[in-house]
């Protein structure tokens, strides 16, 4: 409950400021790439991707081979929590 009062008393600068200090995106910078996949013409015709970035796709990030983190062990911590 602290850290969410913390934050709602923050202005939008200080959260942006924040989120970057963090090695986050701002929700500006967050929506880029949802905003890109739904109007982009590029992104058309695109199915069943991960992307991180407009045009970045996971797998352009670690081959075709699956990222290390997606794995049966991993999915099923996910699943317990």
Same mark, same amino acid.
């Given at each position: 409950?602290k850290r969410y009062e913390q *934050?709602?008393?923050? &202005?939008? !600068? !200080?959260?942006?400021?924040?989120? *970057?200090?963090?090695?986050?995106? &701002? /929700?500006? @910078?967050?929506? &880029? &790439?949802p905003v890109w996949l739904a109007a982009?013409?590029? =992104?058309?015709?695109?199915?069943?991707?991960?992307?991180?970035? /407009?045009?970045? !796709?996971?797998?352009?990030?670690?081959? !075709?081979?699956? /990222?290390?983190?997606?794995? =049966? @062990?991993? =999915?099923?911590?996910?699943?317990?929590?």
């Amino acid at each position: 409950r602290k850290r969410y009062e913390q *934050r709602a008393s923050m &202005t939008s !600068e !200080e959260r942006d400021a924040q989120a *970057r200090r963090l090695g986050l995106r &701002t /929700p500006d @910078e967050g929506a &880029t &790439t949802p905003v890109w996949l739904a109007a982009s013409q590029d =992104a058309s015709n695109l199915r069943g991707g991960f992307f991180v970035d /407009p045009k970045v !796709e996971v797998r352009d990030l670690y081959g !075709e081979g699956v /990222p290390m983190w997606r794995t =049966a @062990e991993s =999915a099923e911590v996910v699943w317990r929590f």
